[in-house]
C-alpha cells in the first residue's frame, strides 16, 4: 500500500467524518425546528461521507492488491477493506432502510409513539449506522496509523 496515499486518503476522510458528528449534526439538530428536516439534512451531508470513505478503502484495497508482500501489509490491506466495507454498507444496506421507514412513516418519527414498531424500528437503524460509522472511523485510523511507520521508515532511509 502506497503509504502517503494511505495516509492522505484516510485522514481527509477522518477530518470530513469528524467534522460531521462534532459541528455539522449538533448545528442541524439545534437549529433547525423539524428534526424530521435537520435528519434529512445530516443524511444528505452523511451520503458523500460514506462514498468516499468507500471509495478510499476499494482504492488503497485494490494499490495493496497489486504490489509486492511486505511486513504488515495484510493489516493494512484488512484495514482497509474494513473502512470501504463499513462505508459501503452504511450508504447501500442501513441508509435505505432508514429512508425507507421514514417515507412509510410519512412525517417526524417523533410523533409516534414510542413503542410504534416503525419507532422502534427506526431506532435501531440508526444505532446500527451509528455503529458502523464509529467502526468507519477507527479501520480509516487504522488505515493512518499502519501506513505512518512505513512511511517514516522509508523516509528516513532517503
Known amino acids: 500500500m502506497r503509504p502517503l496515499a494511505a495516509v492522505v486518503l484516510a485522514s481527509l476522510w477522518i477530518g470530513a467524518a469528524l467534522l ?12 433547525i425546528p423539524s428534526h424530521a428536516v435537520a435528519g434529512a439534512l445530516v443524511g444528505r451531508v452523511l451520503s458523500p461521507v460514506f462514498l468516499t470513505g468507500l471509495a478510499g478503502g476499494v482504492v488503497l484495497t ?21 473502512w470501504g466495507l463499513t462505508c459501503g454498507v452504511s450508504q447501500f444496506i442501513v441508509a435505505p432502510r432508514i429512508r425507507a421507514i421514514q417515507d412509510a412513516i410519512g412525517g417526524p418519527v417523533g410523533a409516534l409513539a414510542p413503542d410504534d ?30 501506513a505512518v511507520p512505513v512511511l517514516t521508515a522509508r523516509n528516513s532511509h532517503s
Open 20 to 31: 460531521l458528528i462534532a459541528s455539522v449534526a449538533p448545528a442541524a439538530f439545534a437549529t
Open 117 to 146: 414498531a416503525r419507532r422502534v424500528a427506526f431506532g435501531r437503524l440508526h444505532g446500527t449506522i451509528l455503529g458502523i460509522y464509529v467502526l468507519a472511523l477507527i479501520s480509516a485510523a487504522a488505515v493512518v496509523m499502519l
Open 62 to 82: 485494490v494499490v495493496a492488491a497489486q504490489e509486492r508482500p511486505s511486513p504488515g501489509r495484510r493489516a493494512q490491506v484488512l484495514a482497509a477493506v474494513a
